[in-house]
């Protein structure tokens, strides 16, 4: 029996073991899936923090001594003589009109934020994250940033939508009111600029008020936005908004080469650097054709088609471009847009199979149908069928002299055929002599497999006639 309950026991002390561990790791699981999971925190919550802010903190009220309390009376006499009986409690501090309750804002917002003042009179920002309240002076900003900051995109008369930043500014006014306020950017990503052969994106930014959108009013102090980005030419550059809402609208144009795609832009305000607003802004690339005439070749070197890239009116004339593609030699391999907008090469078999043809340059979106190299099937024809006409022509012409030979037609033959592969792949035939593709091309190997014939015929007669007459 003890023998039989040892193993039943130390399964059971295993699964105790190991249930600890599953435990933990399910509940290390559901912490990971709330750390995930941060509140976000939305304008109204922005909203509210701002009315709170705005609320002086409460001065605490601190007890007098009071001569009723007859414990303070019996032992400290001489301090009762001295404290006006009537009063119990001391009155509050007077609070500052000009200070923000830091506190008050923190509380009123989920997760950690970063508080930033700016002083119009030193240019200067810096970080009160750790502060309890401040003074803002007129014309001064305080920044609160976080990156749970989610605000609904504005939408301006033309239905574009406009993304903010994510921080909320809180302005102070010059009655000494407050303002919350929120910088949005707008743009459609980069397009094709022909005329300067590079990449162009307008970039629209806004500062608007978050509790009355439609307000035009101007800022004591205007708001300086820098835009830069690793992939933009000529950058950085600087805005300034001095107005709210969309009629204070400032318009950038950047440049990319087109190198990156996405482009990487990042926008900066002044008052708050440290909270940049990045977007990713696709190129819209424009389109090039590519087409080839005939679209099936045969391989091995033997045929060649026209390569033409239509642009499409997209880019300039003379504009370079260089051609690529899996298999195939290209003449020539840089082709130049002409005046009606394309431009053409030749494209020389290399193999068979289907080849595409690329654009080495990706700035552009290249399509296309696939370039096939056929088993040369039709060359190989005209290439048996000028040897046999060869062979046979020189044997009937020996047989009118009585000297025919079954073996010499086959040798010439055989050889002509030989002789005419070895010429074309050995000295490139076809490429130096820019054959045309199609039948016309296939009169030259069948007329040197013929040629090629009859001198094979011929040499051969005269060797076995040599070797005859010295017997």
């Known amino acids: 029996m003890r023998t039989q309950a040892t193993p039943r026991i130390l399964a059971m002390i295993c699964l105790l073991s190991c249930a600890p561990v599953g435990i933990s790791s399910a509940q290390e699981n559901a912490a990971e899936a709330r750390v995930d999971r941060r509140p976000v925190i ?74 930033t003042r700016y002083s119009p009179a030193t240019q200067l920002s810096e970080d009160i994250s750790d502060a309890a309240d401040t ?39 010059a009655d000494g009111s407050t303002s919350n306020l929120r910088v949005d950017n707008y743009s459609d990503g980069f397009v094709w600029n022909k005329n300067d052969a590079s990449f162009a994106a307008s970039i629209s930014l806004a500062v608007s008020d ?80 590519v087409s080839a005439n005939p679209p099936a070749i045969a391989g091995f070197g033997i045929e060649s088609t026209e390569i033409t890239v239509s642009a499409h009116g997209t880019l300039p004339a003379d504009f370079p471009l260089i051609l690529d593609s899996d298999a195939g030699t290209f003449e020539p391999k840089e082709i130049r ?8 090469s030749r494209l020389w078999s290399d193999g068979t199979g289907a080849v595409e043809v690329r654009v080495e340059d990706p700035r552009f979106q290249v399509s296309g149908e696939p370039v096939e190299f056929l088993r040369p ?38 050889f002509g055929i030989g002789i005419t592969v070895a010429l074309f792949a050995g000295f490139n035939i076809p490429q130096m002599l820019d054959l045309p593709s199609g039948r016309a091309g296939l009169v030259v190997p069948a007329a040197t497999a013929f040629v090629a014939a009859i001198l094979i015929n011929v040499i051969y007669a005269a060797l076995t006639g040599s070797a005859t007459r010295k017997e």
């Open 135 to 173: 003074n803002l002076e007129v014309g001064g900003y305080l920044a609160v940033e976080s990156e749970q900051i989610e605000l609904a995109p504005l939408t301006d008369s033309q239905g574009r939508s406009y993304t903010a930043f994510p921080t909320m500014l809180i302005a102070r006014n």
């Open 377 to 414: 099937v039709g060359f190989l024809l005209a290439l048996v069928l000028g040897a046999a006409l060869g062979a046979t022509f020189i044997y009937f012409w020996q047989r009118a002299k009585g000297s025919a030979s079954i073996w010499a037609w086959l040798a010439a033959f055989v």
């Open 210 to 289: 978050m509790d009355n959108p439609r307000s035009a009013a101007p800022l004591e102090t205007p708001i300086s936005i820098k835009i830069s980005g690793q992939d933009l030419v000529g950058a950085p550059q600087r805005i300034e908004i001095g107005r709210l809402g969309f009629a204070g609208e400032q318009d950038v144009i950047v440049r990319s080469e087109g190198h990156s795609d996405p482009v990487a832009v990042t926008m900066r305000h002044e008052i708050d650097p440290l909270a940049p607003r990045v977007v990713d802004l696709q190129l819209r690339k424009p389109k090039l054709t």
């Open 337 to 344: 847009i002409t005046a009606s907008g394309s431009a053409t």
């Open 42 to 115: 939305s304008s109204e919550q922005l909203k509210i923090a701002a009315q709170a802010v705005s609320m002086p903190a409460e001065a605490m009220a601190q007890p007098a001594i009071s001569s009723i309390r007859p414990d303070v009376i019996a032992t400290r006499p001489d301090e009762i003589s001295v404290l006006p009986a009537e009063s119990a409690v001391q009155p509050p501090a007077a609070a500052d009109p000009a200070a923000l309750n830091l506190s008050a804002l923190k509380a009123a917002l989920p997760g950690d934020v970063r508080l």
